[in-house]
Every structure is written in C-alpha cells, then in structure tokens.
T-cell receptor, first 113, second 114 residues
Framework: GESVGLHLPTLSVQEGDNSIINCAYSNSASDYFIWYKQESGKGPQFIIDIRSNMDKRQGQRVTVLLNKTVKHLSLQIAATQPGDSAVYFCAEMILDSSYKLIFGSGTRLLVRP | DADVTQTPRNRITKTGKRIMLECSQTKGHDRMYWYRQDPGLGLQLIYYSFDVKDINKGEISDGYSVSRQAQAKFSLSLESAIPNQTALYFC?????????????FGEGSRLTVL
C-alpha cells in the first residue's frame, strides 16, 4: 500500500482497549477542527468534527475533545478494533473568505490482536 | 466504483516533463481540491475550485496549474516536473453550502519524478 509517513509518531494499543490520539494545533483563531483516518493505500476519510464553541463531541465509538486554552485536540476511540489501525490526522480551519484546511502530520495507530 | 476517481494511480516521469493528473467525481459536488502529501507530513492544499468558473491557489501552488473542465472534472498539471514534486497527490470534493471540514478524497496518485 501507499506509505503515508515513514517517521510518524506511533500509538500501539491492545485490541479492546481505548485509544487516545492527541494533536496540538497552531492557530487560536481556528473555528473548526476535524479528524481524518487514512488507511494504507487509501485517501483520508472524515471521522468527526467539532466547532470551536464546543469542548466535546461524541460519535459512534469516537469522542473528540477540544481544549482551546492549551490549543489541544484529542480523539478517543473506544474498544479499539483491528480495523482502526491507520494514520490519524487532525485538521483545523478558519471560516473566513479563504478556505484553508490545515492538516497536522499524523499519528499511526497500531492495534495488537 | 469509487465516487472520486484519480488517474493515473502511479506515474514515473523525468525532470522537465509535463504531467497531468486527472480527477473525476460522481458525487455531484461543486467544490473540488488538489492536495499533496509527503512522508511524515500532513496534506498541503495546492489548488481548489468552488465551481466551474472559480479557481483559487492554495498553500503550495507554485509549479502547478489546474483546470476545471466541468463540475465533475478537475485536473492538476505540472508544466515541467522536478524531483521535489515527487509525492502522493489527492483530489477531494465537498458539497456546496456552509463550509465544513468534511472532504471526500480519492485514492491518490503517486508521482515519482526522476
């Protein structure tokens, strides 16, 4: 498959455990934060998003937490499954006239059976 | 069949050659994007188009050009390829309306410039 990152930070978890992937963002003016999942050989896939006026949002088995004070974003995956193995990217966006989605460098999640 | 299709999926070329990467979509989305991905880095926006008559530069547009031939087609060209343009290129789409961060990506085109 395609290599999306040779030297990415890697998180290794046991199947069934919870995973927490962290991201530090750069712009305090960002309005919107998004998590993407990229499996080997595929394009990124949207997971969940959160607006800057929220601090928590839940989806199916995933929760995103936003701490604007320290400019930190996290993605929590409950009961991690082998299919969750992928590279995860956070992204930030300012909702102004010039659309720009700024991606982080990614974290590789490995799920041990 | 994929909703966002990129061709070619893999291409090896030589310095100075002109290269075109094509993207077509069946999602009916107005907005289309080209991103570049390098190992160890996130995706960087090259160009984007909000409709057929709209073209905008992204973060790293130098050395690239685009053409929005129709709502469903958005091509990326490298007029004179250079080795540091070796990367994985992704096309993405999103629907019109309030901007969200949800983009729909193709499976990528790996370009190697020798």
């Amino acid at each position: 498959g395609e290599s999306v990152g040779l030297h990415l930070p890697t998180l290794s978890v046991q199947e069934g455990d919870n995973s927490i992937i962290n991201c530090a963002y750069s712009n305090s003016a960002s309005d919107y934060f998004i998590w993407y999942k990229q499996e080997s050989g595929k394009g990124p896939q949207f997971i969940i998003d959160i607006r800057s006026n929220m601090d928590k949002r839940q989806g199916q088995r995933v929760t995103v937490l936003l701490n604007k004070t320290v400019k930190h974003l996290s993605l929590q995956i409950a009961a991690t499954q082998p299919g969750d193995s992928a590279v995860y990217f956070c992204a930030e966006m300012i909702l102004d006239s010039s659309y720009k989605l700024i991606f982080g460098s990614g974290t590789r999640l490995l799920v041990r059976p | 069949d994929a909703d966002v299709t990129q061709t070619p999926r893999n291409r090896i070329t030589k310095t100075g050659k002109r290269i075109m990467l094509e993207c077509s979509q069946t999602k009916g989305h107005d907005r289309m994007y080209w991103y570049r991905q390098d190992p160890g880095l996130g995706l960087q926006l090259i160009y984007y188009s909000f409709d057929v008559k709209d073209i905008n530069k992204g973060e790293i547009s130098d050395g690239y050009s685009v053409s929005r031939q129709a709502q469903a087609k958005f091509s990326l060209s490298l007029e004179s390829a250079i080795p540091n343009q070796t990367a994985l290129y992704f096309c993405a789409t999103s629907p019109a309306g309030p901007i969200t961060g949800e983009l729909f990506f193709g499976e990528g085109s790996r370009l190697t410039v020798l």
